[in-house]
C-alpha cells in the first residue's frame, strides 16, 4: 500500500503542510512512522479522510489549473466486466470517470494511490502519478 508524506498529503488535499500537520497532531487521520523515521499516512486512510474532508469543507477552498488537471487521490474503483469508474478526490473536488476496465488495470490504480484527473471538455482522463 501506498503511504504519503504529510507535505504529499496536503498537497493532495489542496491545504499547506501545517494543517496537514495539526489534522494529524488532533487525530483527525492516523500517521505512523516509516523506515526512516518520517511521518507518513497510509494511502486507503488518505483517501477516507479526503472524502470526509470534502463533504465537511466549510471553507472557501478554491483549487484551479490552467491546465485542466486536478492531482488528488484515489477514493473509489468499480469494475464491470468492460467498464470502470474511477473516483478522484482532489482537495475539495470530487472527480469520478469513467474508462475501461484495462485501462484501469494497465495504469495499475487501486483506492489510495495517487492520481490526476485531467478535464478536457466533457471528459476526464486519469493518469497515474
Same mark, same amino acid.
Given at each position: 500500500?501506498?503511504?504519503?508524506?504529510?507535505?504529499?498529503? *496536503?498537497? $493532495? $488535499?489542496? %491545504?499547506?503542510?501545517?494543517?496537514?500537520?495539526?489534522?494529524?497532531?488532533?487525530?483527525? %487521520?492516523?500517521? !505512523?512512522?516509516?523506515?526512516? &523515521?518520517?511521518?507518513?499516512?497510509? &494511502?486507503?486512510?488518505?483517501?477516507?479522510?479526503? %472524502?470526509?474532508?470534502?463533504?465537511?469543507?466549510?471553507?472557501?477552498?478554491?483549487?484551479?489549473?490552467?491546465?485542466?488537471?486536478?492531482?488528488?487521490?484515489?477514493?473509489?474503483?468499480?469494475?464491470?466486466?468492460? *467498464? *470502470?469508474? %474511477?473516483?478522484?478526490?482532489?482537495?475539495? !473536488?470530487?472527480?469520478?470517470?469513467?474508462?475501461?476496465?484495462?485501462?484501469?488495470?494497465? $495504469? &495499475?490504480?487501486?483506492?489510495?494511490?495517487?492520481?490526476?484527473?485531467?478535464?478536457?471538455?466533457?471528459?476526464?482522463?486519469?493518469?497515474?502519478?
Amino acid at each position: 500500500m501506498q503511504s504519503y508524506t504529510i507535505g504529499q498529503a *496536503a498537497r $493532495l $488535499l489542496g %491545504v499547506s503542510p501545517d494543517t496537514a500537520r495539526r489534522w494529524a497532531d488532533a487525530g483527525r %487521520v492516523a500517521t !505512523h512512522r516509516d523506515e526512516s &523515521g518520517r511521518r507518513v499516512i497510509d &494511502g486507503k486512510s488518505l483517501a477516507a479522510f479526503s %472524502v470526509d474532508l470534502a463533504q465537511d469543507d466549510d471553507e472557501d477552498t478554491s483549487y484551479t489549473s490552467a491546465r485542466n488537471a486536478f492531482p488528488g487521490i484515489v477514493t473509489g474503483i468499480e469494475l464491470g466486466d468492460i *467498464a *470502470a469508474q %474511477v473516483t478522484i478526490q482532489a482537495g475539495p !473536488h470530487r472527480l469520478v470517470s469513467l474508462l475501461t476496465r484495462e485501462a484501469v488495470e494497465e $495504469l &495499475g490504480l487501486d483506492v489510495g494511490m495517487q492520481a490526476t484527473a485531467r478535464v478536457k471538455s466533457t471528459s476526464v482522463h486519469i493518469d497515474r502519478t
